[in-house]
């Protein structure tokens, strides 16, 4: 559970920062996938793959902003049960 909570925490505030002006999810994305290959975890889809996903995922990250990281979390265990 540690490892789900560290990722939904790395995407939420790297994203929450803002820290570019354009390219921060695919700054992101980077990220999370050196820190996947780093702890020998399978790649996934980091990126929406349709409306209701990107929703799910938007709706993710606003709770993340309030320090909710339950949706965020979630996520992350489904996107690494699909693998």
């Known amino acids: 559970?540690?490892?789900?909570?560290t990722l939904a925490f790395a995407e939420g505030r790297l994203l929450f920062i803002h820290p570019f002006s354009d390219f921060n999810g695919r700054a992101t994305r980077l990220l999370l996938a050196e820190i996947l290959r780093r702890q020998e975890l399978p790649p996934v889809e980091l990126a929406p793959t349709n409306d209701t996903a990107r929703r799910n995922y938007i709706s993710a990250l606003e709770a993340a902003d309030r320090l909710d990281w339950?949706?965020?979390t979630k996520l992350w265990q489904e996107r690494l049960e699909t693998t």
């Open 1 to 5: 559970m540690l490892l789900l909570e």
């Open 70 to 72: 339950t949706p965020l």
